[in-house]
């Protein structure tokens, strides 16, 4: 008879132990490669509780633009929002986090698509 790994912890530790064990690969090696679709995720879980993430229809909180809004905005470059997400001092007092650099490039890949056509980036 095989006595499991776990085999000397109550049965609810070993998830536990499962769980610590991810969320301590998680923080170390390699940060996961940005990309738009990485993007979509971080914008659905930290941001969509206050802006529009989509396409259509308005934000949650009302004082937050949709994020068409933001990228549409004069000026609002793929490196403009880079470093406004970077710093997060330049935050409104509600947006009260921090993004690693891998989610804001993501956060930039994804939401620069929301760009409409009738305000093409200046270098395209
Ligand atoms: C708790 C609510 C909340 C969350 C969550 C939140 N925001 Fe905001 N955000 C706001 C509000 C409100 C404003 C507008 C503040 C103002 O105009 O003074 C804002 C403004 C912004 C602006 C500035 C636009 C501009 O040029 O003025 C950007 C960019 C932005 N948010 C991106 C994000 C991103 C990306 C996330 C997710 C990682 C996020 N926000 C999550 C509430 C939120």
Not at 16 to 31: D, Q, R
């Amino acid at each position: 008879m095989k006595t499991s790994r776990f085999g000397y912890l109550p049965a609810w530790a070993a998830p536990s132990g499962l769980l610590l064990a991810l969320a301590a690969c998680s923080t170390v090696g390699e940060p996961p490669e940005a990309s738009a679709s990485m993007g979509l995720i971080i914008a659905r879980d930290k941001c969509g509780g206050c802006h529009q993430t989509g396409g259509g229809g308005e934000s949650t909180n009302e004082r937050a633009p949709t994020f068409a809004e933001i990228v549409d905005r004069p000026g609002m470059t793929p490196e403009a929002l880079g470093a406004f997400l970077r710093d997060s001092h330049n935050y409104p007092i509600e947006m009260g986090f921090r993004l690693e650099p891998h989610e804001v490039d993501s956060l930039v890949a994804y939401m620069i698509r929301w760009r409409s056509e009738h305000s093409p980036l200046p270098n395209s």
